[in-house]
């Protein structure tokens, strides 16, 4: 079946980045300044929020530090980094912060439980509402979040259409993974990653995300053993 509500999503963050670019340029830099605060202070509270829905933290804990010390190893930052300057200089863009804009958006847009249990509902029942609730709320965040990053923030349509479309399509085989507890893990880990975005945005310390994105594929497979 088409992923209709993943496509919907996509669109949704392609029209809130394009309204965020054309504010950005009008906005002096004081209020650049209080917004990148206020996101940051908006991203904190969805990342708590996320993490406290936690069911065995002890799991969590070691997900973080397993993902940290792959992520360190295999240099992800560093790589995404390169792939995403690469696709600046495909697009032609001059923004000095579109990358960081692609993968801040990215990570939060993908991750959490809307877009699992969404993309589940839409794939087995043929019910999209999650995913268009989700989407009406990446369109406001996308204005938000373009209206301070620029242009990187319209392409996190791409990572975001590729993992919920494929959840959607392969939602009876995912469907057997993706138990409540599951959820609720993947949801809280997610939630410690957003918190890390937060910080990122409040300048407060520096915080290489990427690096801990295999905590992700951790939590998954010590849930599946410990949980």
């Known amino acids: 079946m088409l992923p209709v509500g993943s496509i919907v999503n996509a669109c949704a963050i392609i029209g809130g980045s394009l309204i965020g670019c054309f504010l ?10 209080i917004v990148f605060q206020g996101l940051g202070l908006c991203v904190l509270l969805i990342g708590v929020q996320m993490a406290l ?33 690469r696709f600046k200089k495909l697009v ?3 923004n000095a912060t579109f990358t960081d804009g692609l ?43 373009a209206a301070t990053y620029g242009t990187g923030v319209i392409f996190s349509f791409i ?22 507890l599951m959820i609720a893990q993947i949801t809280g880990c997610g939630g410690l990653l957003i918190v890390g975005i937060a910080i990122n ?15 992700l594929v951790y939590v998954i497979l010590l849930t599946c053993f410990f949980g």
């Not at 933290?57 to 295999?74: C, N, P, Q, S, Y």
């Not at 993992?163 to 409540?180: H, M, N, R, V």
Request: hydrophobic letters at 50%.
């Open 24 to 33: 950005q340029s009008r906005f002096p830099d004081r209020i650049r300044t």
């Open 53 to 85: 829905k936690v069911e065995n933290i002890l799991i969590v804990i070691f997900a973080v530090l397993l993902g940290g010390i792959t992520g360190e190893w295999l240099r992800l930052n560093t790589l995404l980094d390169r792939l995403g300057n």
């Open 92 to 94: 032609r863009s001059k």
């Open 103 to 145: 993968v801040t958006t990215s990570l939060l847009f993908c991750i959490g439980a809307m877009a699992i249990v969404g993309s589940l509902e839409e794939g087995i029942h043929g019910d999209a509402t999650i995913i268009y609730t989700k989407s009406i709320l990446d369109g406001f965040a996308a204005i938000a979040f």
């Open 159 to 180: 990572p975001v259409l590729l993992y919920q479309g494929s959840i959607t399509l392969g939602a009876s085989f995912f469907q057997q993974y993706f138990s409540d």
């Open 201 to 215: 945005l409040l300048e407060l310390t520096e915080i290489r995300l990427a690096n801990l994105l295999p905590s």
